[in-house]
Nanobody, 128 residues
């Protein structure tokens, strides 16, 4: 089972920025497409972004497109999510997970397998 650990969350004012990190131990993240998900209070968990194994293809949900950027730091074995222009509706617990690759070499914003467990996530709160 692949274990991922999220970090970097916090409290930020609207319009501010945060950078989340998804780290792995015991295996190289570069072998897998990785996605970021979030779950706001009272709502279902949703996929918001993913990055292909190579890093050459990324996808974003419309709610974050243009504000969030996903990228890899293979030297640190991490996948990062740069979040700019944060809004109160971005408040949620953020998770990362391995996601499926597409035959075109891209990625899907869904968890690869129900057998992959979720990490503890990292809380992001956007509030004045």
């Amino acid at each position: 089972q692949l274990q991922l650990v999220e970090s970097g969350g916090g409290l930020v004012q609207p319009g501010g920025s945060l950078r989340l990190s998804c780290a792995a131990s015991g295996f190289a993240l570069g072998y897998f497409p990785i996605g970021w998900f979030r779950q706001a209070p009272g709502r279902e968990r949703e996929g918001i972004s993913c990055i292909s194994k190579s890093g050459g293809s990324t996808n974003y949900d419309g709610s974050v497109k243009g504000r969030f950027t996903i990228f890899r730091d293979n030297a640190k074995n991490t996948v990062l999510l740069q979040m700019n222009s944060l809004k109160p509706e971005d408040t949620a617990v953020y998770y990362c997970a391995v996601v499926p690759a597409t035959v075109q070499g891209s990625c899907l914003m869904i968890k690869r397998s129900i057998r992959d467990s979720w990490g503890q996530g990292t809380q992001v709160t956007v509030s004045p």
